[in-house]
């Protein structure tokens, strides 16, 4: 069967097509608020999973192996009211002290006074107490200037006693979104701005649309496979613009995404991976919200693989249609090779790329494992515990996936790519940046 665009569809105004993706996921967002949440025995189950690691991890991770009084930053925190909180600047340091733990790591636990910046009580000079016999693990070391964010509840006596939960990043980030913003458009230009506008608003449908449906009870999945439609859409049309290139693109992510989502069902269930294993679940569970926890790890994979499989697959139309327009009369087989050539380095050069990023993000988990201490007592607790199989399922489904998508969009476009005199080479609108 052969693949035919018109002339007139080719040249539709993109605007339509924008218009048309933001109005299928709000009539997608409206048309089933009044499905009711998925009570399922799963999401129960999951439910339960999650709440029963959530009280485990906090009673166990209390103390470390010689029974000392210990505990992390984070919860510390959370066992404090966070209803109050303000950004708050260090003026002076009061006391610092040097805590040697049993395992030789020390600790530094400081008396702060800070001035409040921020909420009901700007202005006023209060004291942080942080030099006590419970060793916080990863607080902060603190100098004079630096700001941060307080927490603060009524004591017995009803003062206010203050706790300092983090640095405040927010500036320091908005430079660094300012930098990257700045880099896109220098480098990128008009291409760099539609890529940017893109990524603003799949973000904001995912966040007002994919989000709060999920939120509501809605099967993750199902949203996770309409909203990457939406995605790939304002992606695809609104960087590439409307064109046979963005077709051919659109239709190739398609395929490898159905195979992925395949993959992810069948080996995520043969795996009987619940979605519970991520941190994040046990706070879910403890905000009230009903979830089916396997579906919504489902429609992760999906989503995340949707990124990388616009990487690999727009650039590849791209190589076919700069070979074609360098030489229009070359046999598609021959300009099927030679693409092929260009696919399988960047192939390559992603699944690397890939393999790097989770080990970086994975690092924490990976000396814990190189510890040899249970769950991880052999390589076959490491391989069975299900936080690592997940990671596995994960990272395997979206590599194949990807390695699909090369011969599956490379097949696509030498055959239905018609190629370009040279003198419009330069002048054709190039479909995707890197």
Known sequence: MRLIVSNKFMKTNFKFWLIFSVSFGLAVSAGITSVRADNSPLAVDSAITASTRATNTNISSQFDSNGSNIVSNSQNIDSQNTDNYAEAKVIKILEQKQVVQPNNNSVIQQNLQLQIMTGPLTGQVVEYDGVSDIKVVGAGVYSVGD????????????QNIFYITDYVRSNDLLWLLGLFIIAILIIGRRQGLNALLSLVISFIFIIKVMVPLILHGFNPLLIGLIG?????????????????????????????????AILALVFGSLSHLTGTAQEEATYLVSAGVAVNFRSLLFAAIIIGTLGILD?????????????????????????????????????????????????????????LISLHQAPFLSFFQIVNNEQISTEIVRTLVGVIGLSLSV??????????????????????RPLHIH
């Not at 700001?147 to 009803?158: A, E, F, M, Q, T």
């Not at 011969?407 to 330069?426: C, D, H, M, S, V």
């Open 147 to 158: 700001k941060v964010i307080v927490n603060y509840s009524p004591g017995l006596d009803g």
């Open 228 to 260: 990457s439609f939406v995605i790939l859409l304002i992606i695809v049309y609104f960087t590439g613009g409307v064109n046979k290139k963005s077709h051919i693109a659109l239709l190739s992510i398609l395929l490898s995404l159905t195979v992925t």
């Open 311 to 367: 990487d690999v697959v727009v650039g590849q139309v791209e190589v076919v249609a700069q070979i074609k327009a360098l030489n229009p009369r070359l046999p598609w087989p021959r300009t099927f090779l030679m693409s092929m050539k260009v696919g399988r380095a960047h192939l390559g050069a992603v699944v690397n790329t890939l393999f790097l990023a989770y080990v970086g993000v994975s690092l924490p988990l990976i000396l």
């Open 407 to 428: 011969p599956i969009t490379t097949w696509l476009a030498t055959r239905y790519l018609k190629g370009e005199p040279k003198g419009k080479l330069n002048k054709s």
